[in-house]
């Protein structure tokens, strides 16, 4: 594998880089995948538990005021109520932990939340909650420039 992973156009926009040019920004983000829109509605199973419903408010707000517009849209409302309830379920798990008294149960709980923080860990590398999430959804540049007057023509291969 060779050199750094592209940025993606809306990130080196965001950053101010003026390293690439105007016209190849234009083509990265034409060539980024655009699915769903900027409303998000809350699943019923959020909203009957409060900290999944807190976490999720708290997260479409920092979607709805981002830097980088579009980063997240409403076809990421699965992975957004994924990431809350397992956000709810690592807090019950939390105080589930602190009020066993047996080593055993300690240890049970212990072992569903290191699960859960995996889980977790995933979950924002999806919904770019981790920075260097967004890297890797950058399309690989074209190189569709013909070097000969034959491939020009449209004669395959030849030099």
């Known amino acids: 594998m060779r050199g750094?992973?592209?940025?993606?156009a809306k990130?080196?926009?965001?950053?101010?880089?003026?390293h690439i040019a105007k016209r190849?920004?234009?083509?990265?983000?034409?060539?980024?995948?655009k699915i769903g829109g900027a409303v998000?509605?809350?699943?019923?199973?959020?909203?009957?538990?409060?900290?999944?419903?807190?976490?999720?408010?708290?997260?479409?707000?920092?979607?709805?005021?981002?830097?980088?517009?579009?980063?997240v849209d409403s076809s990421d409302t699965d992975a957004i109520a994924q990431y809350c309830m397992t956000f709810a379920e690592?807090?019950?798990?939390?105080?589930?932990?602190?009020?066993?008294?047996?080593?055993?149960?300690?240890?049970?709980?212990?072992?569903?939340?290191l699960k859960n923080r995996e889980m977790?860990?995933?979950?924002?590398?999806?919904?770019?909650?981790n920075p260097l999430a967004k890297i890797r959804n950058v399309p690989k540049k074209k190189n569709n420039e013909p070097k000969s007057p034959l491939q020009k023509a449209g004669f395959g291969n030849v030099l």
């Open 40 to 71: 998000f509605i809350a699943p019923d199973y959020i909203r009957a538990d409060l900290i999944a419903l807190a976490k999720w408010n708290e997260l479409i707000n920092l979607y709805k005021n981002a830097p980088i517009p579009d980063l």
């Open 24 to 33: 190849e920004i234009q083509e990265r983000l034409a060539a980024e995948i």
């Open 11 to 18: 990130l080196l926009l965001f950053e101010n880089k003026t």
């Open 90 to 113: 690592q807090k019950y798990l939390i105080e589930q932990r602190a009020k066993a008294k047996q080593a055993k149960a300690k240890i049970k709980f212990t072992t569903a939340l």
């Open 120 to 129: 977790l860990l995933k979950l924002s590398n999806h919904l770019y909650l």
């Open 4 to 8: 750094r992973k592209p940025k993606p």
